[in-house]
T-cell receptor, first 113, second 116 residues
Framework: DMKVTQMPRYLIKRMGENVLLECGQDMSHETMYWYRQDPGLGLQLIYISYDVDSNSEGDIPKGYRVSRKKREHFSLILDSAKTNQTSVYFC????????????FGPGTRLTVL | GDSVTQTEGQVTVSESKSLIINCTYSTTSIAYPNLFWYVRYPGEGLQLLLKVITAGQKGSSRGFEATYNKETTSFHLQKASVQESDSAVYYCALGATQGTGSKLSFGKGAKLTVSP
């Protein structure tokens, strides 16, 4: 069953707190992605990971970092969250190269107060 | 850079009527872009609706069609007769290889509501 999971689905944090968003996939895809989506905007790419410990900045990496220690797992970390990081975050995975179809998780709605 | 411009915001169509969601793309770096339509149903992640990788070709899925027109840089999504179950958000996307991975540039999305 090809699936991308995200945890948690909803999260409320206070400004300055640390945030950890988790993503998993069961397809052994090499490439994983983190996007954010804000009202009236398309998905914006935060980071790409090409495999374990092989990460690359996307279009809007400032304020975020990522960790990929296992191929099936990709984390997005917000150190000292800011109110303008309130958004819906999507994780995706795909085969290496391409551009191939990306498989998306259901999203995490993060609110930073 | 790469960008996608599509019909945005709310689109309301009566059941059994036809639909068109416009999409045009711009790229300065990709010789042969791949074009995608993704759909997001309520509470779910985006899923691929259709994909076309060759100019001049048409993709189709679930009654939806889109033709990759390199001359007009367009990839409009059409359906002859929509159903209530088609209510969702539709995103046009442009695909490019980035390093050894791939990158998608998305339009802002069009929220389709099909009224009975």
């Amino acid at each position: 069953d090809m699936k991308v999971t995200q945890m948690p689905r909803y999260l409320i944090k206070r400004m300055g707190e640390n945030v950890l968003l988790e993503c998993g996939q069961d397809m052994s895809h090499e490439t994983m992605y983190w996007y954010r989506q804000d009202p009236g905007l398309g998905l914006q790419l935060i980071y790409i990971s090409y495999d374990v410990d092989s990460n690359s900045e996307g279009d809007i990496p400032k304020g975020y970092r990522v960790s990929r220690k296992k191929r099936e797992h990709f984390s997005l970390i917000l150190d000292s969250a800011k109110t303008n990081q309130t958004s819906v975050y999507f994780c995706a995975s795909s085969l290496l190269g391409g551009p191939y179809e990306q498989y998306f998780g259901p999203g995490t709605r993060l609110t930073v107060l | 850079g790469d960008s996608v411009t599509q019909t945005e915001g709310q689109v309301t169509v009566s059941e059994s009527k036809s639909l068109i969601i416009n999409c045009t793309y711009s790229t300065t770096s990709i010789a042969y872009p791949n074009l995608f339509w993704y759909v997001r149903y309520p509470g779910e992640g985006l899923q691929l609706l259709l994909k076309v990788i060759t100019a001049g070709q048409k993709g189709s899925s679930r009654g939806f069609e889109a033709t990759y027109n390199k001359e007009t840089t367009s990839f409009h999504l059409q359906k002859a007769s929509v159903q209530e179950s088609d209510s969702a958000v539709y995103y046009c996307a442009l695909g490019a290889t980035q390093g050894t991975g791939s990158k998608l540039s998305f339009g802002k999305g069009a929220k389709l509501t099909v009224s009975p």
